[in-house]
């Protein structure tokens, strides 16, 4: 069993729609939760970056955590054409040896058609 | 403010021949640095990662090796690339200590054939 699950997709919506995103995690170690988004060719940028289970928003981006499911979402309001990409979740185990290793879902392709 | 510069960003050798990756990070100092793999459909796996010059732990064995020569500039390489070796190469940085994101360069794009 793979430590971070994510399903590949891939997800296609329309225009406005609201899309969800999530990753389940077998390790209850990990303590730090991200959502990247990687274009097509380029390298993942960090979207949300949270700590604590609970919820934080970011403009149309809303990350999701629940500690005790083991389970993270993502969120995107009024999806745009330009929010089509492969979205990555990640996680730290921030034990005093990880040195910030992150440990990545397989990454999940959404398309917002217009 | 902090930038990564990471170069080629597309590369094809062929196999046998040897790899040098190299990548820069301007803005921080002692900054954790990091190689990650993305293979075709899959997510990151981690190659290398680095808490100082000359201190270099390996994640999977495998056929590459890294490099710190420099604080801020960290080297993947090869003596001799498999098919295998072929994907999607990213460099990342992170801080010591505070936030534990990473923060990734453009990536080069290997293909041995």
């Known amino acids: 069993q793979k430590e971070v699950e994510q399903d590949p997709g891939p997800l296609s919506v329309p225009e406005g729609a609201i899309v969800s995103l999530n990753c389940t995690y077998s390790?209850?170690?990990?303590?730090?939760f991200m959502w990247y988004r990687q274009y097509s060719r380029k390298g993942p940028e960090l979207l949300m970056y949270?700590?604590?289970?609970g919820n934080k928003e970011d403009g149309r981006f809303t990350a999701q955590v629940d500690k005790s499911s083991k389970y993270i979402s993502l969120f995107i309001r009024d999806s745009q054409p330009s929010d089509s990409a492969t979205y990555l979740c990640a996680m730290i185990d921030a034990g005093g040896t990880s040195y910030g290793k992150l440990t990545f879902g397989q990454g999940t392709i959404l398309t917002v058609h217009p | 403010s902090q930038t990564i510069h990471q170069w080629p960003a597309t590369l094809v050798q062929p196999v046998g021949s040897p790899l040098s990756l190299e990548c820069t990070v301007e803005g921080t100092s002692n900054p954790n640095l990091y190689w990650y793999r993305q293979a075709a459909g899959r997510g990151l796996q981690l190659l290398f990662y680095?808490?100082?010059?000359?201190?270099i732990s390996s994640e999977v064995p495998q056929n590459l090796s890294a490099s710190r020569p420099q604080d801020r500039q960290f080297i993947l390489s090869s003596k001799k690339l498999l098919l295998s070796d072929s994907g999607f190469y990213l460099c990342?940085?992170?801080?010591?200590?505070?936030?534990?994101?990473?923060?990734f360069g453009q990536g080069t794009r290997l293909t041995v054939v």
């Open positions: 390790n209850s170690a990990f303590q730090y």
């Open positions: 949270t700590y604590s289970s």
């Open positions: 990342a940085w992170g801080l010591r200590g505070g936030r534990l994101e990473a923060f």
């Open positions: 680095s808490v100082g010059i000359g201190q």
